[in-house]
């Protein structure tokens, strides 16, 4: 199983980028697949997941209502659409997605992910 993800680069505050993930080696299906980012010398937070399966798609608070997840079935692959970018959104994004079934509250946590994409840069800054 592998994970590709892309799609990032320099924005300005206001602007938008949509993240890419490319999941290889399994079918998506209802598996959860988890969006996660990190930033210089913070531990690596939770963004949001896709729970196809209930029709759940869980966001942090800080990025809820700008932030929004999708998913393309036939190309295997989901998509991060990140707009209203603020400075503090610069981070490196992972995408990571878990073989189980978790239920809503456990999928911040890290350690139910199986496999991890390998980031890609945002920057958020004029």
């Known amino acids: 199983v592998q994970l590709q993800a892309f799609g990032g680069g320099l924005v300005q505050p206001g602007g938008s980028l949509r993240l890419t993930c490319v999941v290889s080696?399994?079918?998506?299906?209802?598996?959860?697949l988890g969006w996660f980012r990190q930033a210089p010398g913070k531990e690596r937070e939770f963004v949001g997941a896709?729970?196809?399966?209930?029709?759940?798609?869980y966001y942090a608070a800080s990025v809820r209502g700008r932030f929004t997840i999708s998913r393309d079935s036939d190309k295997n692959t989901e998509y991060l659409q990140m707009n209203s970018l603020k400075p503090e959104d610069t981070a490196v994004y992972y995408c990571?997605?878990?073989?189980?079934?978790?239920?809503?509250?456990?999928?911040?946590?890290?350690?139910?992910?199986?496999?991890w994409g390998q980031g890609t840069q945002v920057t958020v800054s004029s």
């Open positions: 896709y729970r196809r399966s209930h029709g759940n798609k």
């Open positions: 080696g399994v079918t998506l299906g209802n598996y959860v």
């Open positions: 990571a997605l878990t073989m189980s079934r978790p239920i809503l509250s456990s999928l911040p946590d890290r350690s139910i992910y199986d496999y």
